[in-house]
């Protein structure tokens, strides 16, 4: 295993005397649901794929054009400052960890950096302006930076963004995926979001975020890659889903076992696991293979979204950290973990406890609803729209 890059609570306390938590979560979500037999019935070919049971994901949420990676962005930012009581001109460091840096429709904006553009738009305007890129585990990367900047006293608050306007990969798979077999199945499986994470110095005696850490294992680095497409609009996909997902479950529990172990817990002190949301049927072996290495005692198995809203990229943690607070499922005093898995492949875990000021705004929103089912249209300009959050 690739040597960790982490932080954490213990023997270095010295040198970082703070404790940062998550003041608040929010999300972005583009009205449209699309269902997964709406958008296989788009395809050019006659796959024979059942998508829906392959993967577990009965629809995801896309933009139909009104949406790009920096409106979800700020959308998710906007929503996580309002049920802060801080001022945005507080905020020391805006770390903006979108794959897609969408903005006007399919144009891609490297200069000037995104986070200089949410920053601005939330009213960040003291706040130090950082891009960071780390595939699906962007968001993730981006609180391991927001920790060690609050715990070493450089930052009080920090913003943790990202937008993904990621389902121009689905629609331009569509026209070339022929059979289960295909690279760019995986595609299909994608959905539009925006998540955001607002991370501060706890106060004395809190408990907060207890780890941050991140490990690379690079022969793998060539499961999954994107391109700019040819003749198509935005990019195109490609990925050995099997070998990859063969890979991180032979992996994800040595990385939890090294967790635990340098953080002197036990796999019961964990009460809930947000895992990255590719699929329902990955997500349970992967769980299922934590337990058989690791054991512990019955529980449910890890949070699953990807049922309602697709593989949402860099997002996921952020999308499904709302809707278990919401929901009320974490209780005051539970730790959390949230688990990346990336192209690279890159896995890394945060572990964090939940306070009531984190739970309560949230709770007191109840939950979202329900998920619909063949609400939006394949084909553009048409269908129906869902709630928006």
Request: hydrophobic share 40%; net charge negative.
């Amino acid at each position: 295993m690739t040597k960790w890059l982490m932080t954490e609570r213990g023997a270095d306390s010295e040198r970082a005397p703070h404790v940062a938590r998550f003041a608040s979560v929010g999300r972005s979500l583009p009205q449209t649901h699309l269902t997964s037999s709406e958008l296989m019935a788009s395809t050019k070919h006659n796959t024979h794929v059942d998508l829906e049971r392959l993967t577990g994901i009965q629809e995801r949420r896309v933009s139909m054009g009104e949406e790009d990676s920096f409106t979800l962005a700020v959308g998710a930012a906007r929503d996580c400052l309002s049920r802060w009581d801080g001022d945005p001109a507080a905020i020391d460091l805006v770390i903006s960890c979108s794959i897609t840096k969408y903005r006007d429709g399919l144009s891609q904006w490297l200069e000037p950096p995104m986070s200089v553009a949410v920053a601005s738009a939330v009213g960040a305007v003291n706040a130090v302006p950082i891009d960071v890129s780390n595939a699906c585990a962007g968001t993730l990367t981006g609180v391991m930076v927001a920790n060690n900047w609050v715990r070493r006293g450089a930052a009080r608050h920090v913003l943790v963004v990202s937008g993904e306007y990621i389902s121009q990969l689905g629609r331009n798979a569509a026209g070339h995926v022929h059979t289960i077999a295909s690279r760019e199945l995986a595609s299909l499986t994608l959905g539009d979001a925006g998540g955001a994470a607002l991370v501060e110095r706890a106060d004395e005696g809190e408990a907060g975020i207890t780890f941050t850490g991140f490990t690379t294992i690079s022969e793998h680095s060539r499961l999954c890659l994107a391109y700019p497409a040819r003749h198509d609009p935005g990019a195109r996909m490609f990925t050995k889903s099997r070998p990859l997902q063969e890979a991180a479950i032979a992996d994800v529990p040595t990385v939890l076992r090294e967790v635990l172990d340098s953080t002197g817990l036990e796999i019961e002190d964990i009460a809930w696991v947000i895992p990255h949301q590719t699929s329902a049927r990955a997500i349970r072996k992967g769980m299922a293979a934590v337990t058989e290495v690791l054991g512990g005692s019955t529980r449910e198995p890890a949070v699953v979204t990807v049922d309602r809203y697709g593989n949402t990229a860099s997002t996921t943690h952020m999308v499904a950290l709302v809707e278990e607070l919401r929901a009320g499922r974490p209780s005051v005093g539970d730790r959390i973990a949230l688990l990346a898995l990336a192209s690279g492949i890159e896995l890394g875990v945060v572990l964090f406890t939940v306070d009531e000021a984190l739970a309560e705004p949230l709770r007191a929103l109840g939950p979202d609803q329900p998920p619909l089912v063949a609400t939006a249209a394949t084909s553009e300009g048409s269908g129906r729209h869902g709630n928006h959050d």
